[in-house]
């Protein structure tokens, strides 16, 4: 299957750390990478998205800007705790574009995504896009 905004396959945004109106959490899966969520500084800063039904997840694709680490956390269950680390990378600076990083969770099983974003190359950051392959 190809990847697919996590909105398109019923996921919601059920927390964020911070939000503002202009650029609201839900548009980290809404698939427009001209939409985006900000943080609003200091780290780290995560987001959990809960997904229609628990789903095998081959690979997870973010857009971000600014974005140094993260850390990708899983759980199947029905509330947003107990998850399990399942990835950890670093991600290279871009200037003036948008960073795609696709992460490989071959053999992940989730009802919950957590994303923390444990460093970054500024205080701010975005999340644009967050699709995943099944």
């Known amino acids: 299957m190809t990847g697919s905004s996590l909105g398109a ?11 503002d109106e202009a650029q609201p959490p839900r548009n980290i899966i809404d698939g ?29 694709t973010i857009d971000s800007y600014n974005v140094k680490s ?17 990835a950890e990378t670093e991600f290279e600076q871009t200037e003036g574009q948008l960073q795609s990083n696709a992460i490989s969770l071959k053999g992940t099983t989730a009802s919950h995504l957590r994303f923390i974003i444990t460093s970054g190359y500024d205080p701010f950051v975005s999340v644009h896009r967050v699709s995943i392959q099944t």
């Open 9 to 19: 396959l019923g996921g919601k945004v059920v927390l964020a750390s911070s939000s």
């Open 70 to 86: 993260l850390k990708i956390e899983t759980n199947t269950l029905d509330t947003f705790q107990d998850f399990q680390s399942v």
């Open 32 to 60: 427009n990478a001209e939409t985006f969520w900000m943080s609003t500084g200091m780290f780290p800063q995560e987001f959990i998205v809960r997904l229609a039904e628990t789903t095998g997840i081959d690979q997870v």
